[in-house]
T-cell receptor
Framework: KNQVEQSPQSLIILEGKNCTLQ??????????LRWYKQDTGRGPVSLTI?????NTKSNGRYTATLDADTKQSSLHITASQLSDSASYIC????????????FGTGTRLKVLA | KAGVTQTPRYLIKTRGQQVTLSCSPI?????VSWYQQTPGQGLQFLFE???????NKGNFPGRFSGRQFSNSRSEMNVSTLELGDSALYLC??????????????FGPGTRLTVL
């Protein structure tokens, strides 16, 4: 069964600290993996998109990694800011004829001053 | 460029009613996808339209339907509403159809409450 699991469910860190969010998936056949940031009351915003052959992708202070062998991805946030407080959602696409999008339930990050 | 717009932003309906939600994609985008987001299930894919054709469909009952017009605007309809349909309905647009690198731009969503 295609599944995407994210951990932790929620996380509280102090401003300026780094953190890493995890995403494990059992999706086949794998097409790509995306990380989204969703602020409360708003739609998700794409942070990174990675295909099978990509190990790392950065977007400012956000760095995503992908290990296609172990089917794991992580999102590392460096020098966190108050504006990083949001939900972070991992989405894995499977392609079997048409695309299927399997969403994780997200990690809710709270950055405190 | 204006972003994805969704109307209405908030909606309250009662069980058994039907509802139509609207999505206007970013100018020039031809793909529109719809998602349902609930606290318990997270985001779930409903369907994707590209050039007025349904290209992809998630695992939702036939009460959920959609369409896309020639100007790429899309509507989603839910008939015979149930309490469990209460959710945030998100629309996302993309210049091209689903693919490895197509980036989706989400609208703010329509918050539907079914009483």
């Amino acid at each position: 069964k295609n599944q995407v699991e994210q951990s932790p469910q929620s996380l509280i860190i102090l401003e300026g600290k780094n953190c890493t969010l995890q995403c494990n998936y059992t999706v086949s056949p794998f097409s790509n993996l995306r990380w989204y940031k969703q602020d409360t009351g708003r739609g998700p915003v794409s942070l990174t998109i990675m295909t099978f052959s990509e190990n790392t992708k950065s977007n400012g202070r956000y760095t995503a990694t992908l290990d296609a062998d172990t089917k794991q991805s992580s999102l590392h946030i460096t020098a966190s800011q108050l504006s990083d407080s949001a939900s972070y959602i991992c989405v894995v696409s499977a392609r079997s004829g048409t695309y299927k999008y399997i969403f994780g339930t997200g990690t809710r990050l709270k950055v405190l001053a | 460029k204006a972003g994805v717009t969704q109307t209405p932003r908030y909606l309250i309906k009662t069980r058994g009613q039907q509802v139509t939600l609207s999505c206007s994609p970013i100018s020039g985008h031809r793909s529109v996808s719809w998602y349902q987001q609930t606290p318990g299930q997270g985001l779930q894919f409903l369907f994707e339209y590209f050039s007025e054709t349904q290209r992809n469909k998630g695992n939702f009952p036939g009460r959920f339907s959609g369409r896309q017009f020639s100007n790429s605007r899309s509507e989603m309809n839910v008939s015979t509403l149930e309490l469990g349909d209460s959710a945030l309905y998100l629309c996302a647009s993309s210049p091209v159809a689903s693919g490895d690198y197509n980036e989706q731009f989400f609208g703010p969503g329509t918050r539907l409450t079914v009483l």
